[in-house]
């Protein structure tokens, strides 16, 4: 969910709806399906999160410094 999210907000092509379905190791049959839309609220939750988490760890990183700078 976390790299369709990036991918939707680089690239306008891709968006909701998101289907997510969930396979056990060695099966291929699907055990849990899930269909996100455009207003979904579980989406809307995960993609603000995912960004105030990405904004703080932008936030926290350290300062470059430069060349002749102390």
């Given at each position: 969910?976390?790299?369709?999210?990036?991918?939707?907000?680089?690239?306008?092509?891709?968006?909701?709806?998101?289907?997510?379905?969930?396979?056990?190791?060695?099966e291929l049959r699907?055990?849990?399906?899930?269909?996100?839309?455009?207003?979904?609220p579980d989406l809307?939750?995960?993609?603000?999160?995912?960004?105030?988490?990405?904004?703080?760890?932008?936030?926290?990183?350290?300062?470059?410094?430069?060349?002749?700078?102390s």
């Open positions: 969910m976390i790299s369709l999210d990036s991918t939707m907000r680089s690239n306008v092509t891709v968006g909701p709806p998101i289907d997510l379905h969930v396979y056990r190791r060695d699907i055990r849990r399906q899930r269909r996100f839309s455009e207003r979904d809307i939750a995960i993609q603000d999160q995912w960004e105030q988490t990405l904004r703080g760890a932008i936030q926290a990183l350290p300062k470059v410094r430069f060349d002749g700078e």
